[in-house]
């Protein structure tokens, strides 16, 4: 069964409850979607390791229900 993006958006809010999250379909498919993820929680860590907190929130789902996720990641301005 597809993600929603809603869900994507829940599991990012409750590991990072600061972040700004927008979450975009790519495909009408449920499985391909595009993330923007502001938190500042993400300050001082390198890209890679911003991507790994947002992986980690999505609990084991990237690469099995959720099939494609575009990551941009930053802390606030």
């Given at each position: 069964m597809p993600m929603s993006a809603r869900d994507i958006e829940r599991l990012i809010r409750e590991a990072l409850p600061d972040a700004h999250?927008?979450?975009?379909?790519?495909?009408?498919d449920g499985d391909h979607y595009?993330?923007?993820?502001?938190?500042?929680?993400?300050?001082?860590?390198?890209?890679?390791q911003q991507h790994q907190m947002?992986?980690?929130a999505l609990k084991g789902n990237m690469g099995g229900?959720?099939?494609a996720l575009a990551l941009q990641t930053s802390a606030p301005d």
């Amino acid at each position: 069964m597809p993600m929603s993006a809603r869900d994507i958006e829940r599991l990012i809010r409750e590991a990072l409850p600061d972040a700004h999250v927008r979450i975009r379909e790519l495909a009408a498919d449920g499985d391909h979607y595009a993330a923007e993820v502001v938190s500042e929680q993400f300050r001082g860590k390198s890209r890679v390791q911003q991507h790994q907190m947002v992986y980690e929130a999505l609990k084991g789902n990237m690469g099995g229900v959720l099939h494609a996720l575009a990551l941009q990641t930053s802390a606030p301005d």
